[in-house]
DNA sequence: ACAGTTGATGACACCGTGTGTCATCACTCA
DNA sequence: TGAGTGATGACACACGGTGTCATCAACTGT
């Protein structure tokens, strides 16, 4: 392997996960992976930020794919709709660029490293700011898209997630597994809520659109 | 100030605070913090894991403060209502315990940090997590229990933030207020889908609980 | 074919984080 | 007064991450 082999950034990632699975991600150096790949540890970080980043390639576009997704769904649509919408259509895009069987290995990493599991996070704030720059450019309120954004990222993260678990399953029905949870469990909440009988109203101002407090307080 | 001057924690806790917001984050060494709290940089390293950890200090104890808060709700409450029940009551002794003034540097310092923003989101996951484990022990299934712990953990993390922000209001207020957010957020994402008038249902069954997909389908 | 240019790489030095190890100091208790 | 205990300092070290410059291959134009 000489030294202007191209692929460079392909032997890195593959060198890393291999490594990261034999080893641990605690006992490989960043000199391991590039030494691995033919490379200097100079040239690793010249390919990315950091020792972590390595393991999140596809990462980078995401948040954008997901601001034009939100921001092409129907003007009309209300903003959670607009984005599970979105997504909806994002995760056909996933399910076909990513790689199933190096998804799976990722994950089988990130599950043992508390620093990656960190960083994995930080991927998913990015999703989460893609989403909330969206909606207010819908004209959705500050707070609620902070709210729906943030919604908007667990749920993609969720649906991913068992899409990488099951082999089988495309990505839509995980998405829509974790949506039909959500919407049963506001609907069990606010049922629970509404069949209060004898609710004593917390503190605050709560009772606005005729909800009463989330449960039957204890005394 | 004298080798064993009592307080040590306390003050490497302080002197971090104001370097950060002095010079900013990355400007600021541990040997700075240590030397302005009177001790060495191996002595910062016995009192908090990281550069990080220093900001965080309240943040230790919360995941088990939201556990038992979640496990002492109703029994018969639905997961979701129980979750935002037992932030409630946590919220009063956050607003109780956390110095105001406090928060609101670390906030500053925080927000100016992608470092610190990516620790941040840890213990928010941590909280996650204790809700997560909590719930599985009430009975709730695995996939509702992550999601509705990640929502609550959103949920929780939107409230102190207002919290931190309004001098005046209480934590309660902003509890209930993100809790209303969310509450219209999914009453108008599921009013969007029920009107759907022909709607074409995506690829994958859904249809189940006899909700129609996030919005009319586009072309 | 040849020289200049460009871009990727290696070599080296450097700072800061985080940790292991041992000596040292103050305080406590018998 | 002397042993023990716990917090601290001193030192060394591995590793992550960065700046800088030299080097080498490939491309470009003449």
């Known amino acids: 392997m000489a030294r202007w082999d191209p692929g460079a950034q392909e032997r890195l990632t593959e060198a890393a996960l291999d490594l990261y699975l034999e080893?641990?991600?605690?006992?490989?150096?960043?000199a391991d992976i590039a030494e691995r790949a033919g490379l200097t540890r100079r040239s690793y970080f010249r390919y990315f930020a950091d020792k972590r980043e390595v393991l999140f390639p596809s990462a980078e576009r995401l948040p954008e794919i997901v601001r034009e997704?939100?921001?092409?769904?129907?003007?009309?649509?209300?903003?959670?709709a607009a984005v599970l919408d979105a997504l909806h259509q994002v995760g056909a895009q996933v399910a076909e660029h990513v790689d199933h069987?190096?998804?799976a290995r990722r994950r089988a990493v990130i599950d043992t490293s508390a620093e990656l599991q960190e960083r994995e996070r930080s991927k998913s704030a990015a999703v989460a700011a893609a989403i909330d720059e969206a909606l207010r450019q819908r004209g959705t309120g500050p707070g609620t898209a902070a709210l729906v954004a943030q919604v908007g990222s667990v749920v993609l993260g969720l649906a991913f997630r068992r899409w990488v678990k099951s082999d089988a399953a495309g990505f839509s029905a995980g998405l829509y597994a974790v949506?039909?949870?959500?919407?049963?469990?506001l609907d069990d909440a606010g049922t629970t809520a509404h069949l209060d009988p004898a609710g004593t109203p917390p503190p605050e101002g709560l009772q606005r659109r005729g909800c009463a407090p989330f449960s039957p307080p204890r005394e």
């Not at 080893?23 to 490989?28: A, C, E, I, L, Q």
């Not at 997704?69 to 959670?80: H, N, R, S």
């Open 179 to 185: 949506v039909d949870d959500l919407r049963a469990s």
């Open 69 to 80: 997704a939100v921001l092409a769904a129907d003007p009309a649509a209300a903003p959670l």
């Open 23 to 30: 080893r641990g991600y605690d006992n490989v150096t960043v």
């Open 101 to 103: 069987a190096n998804a």
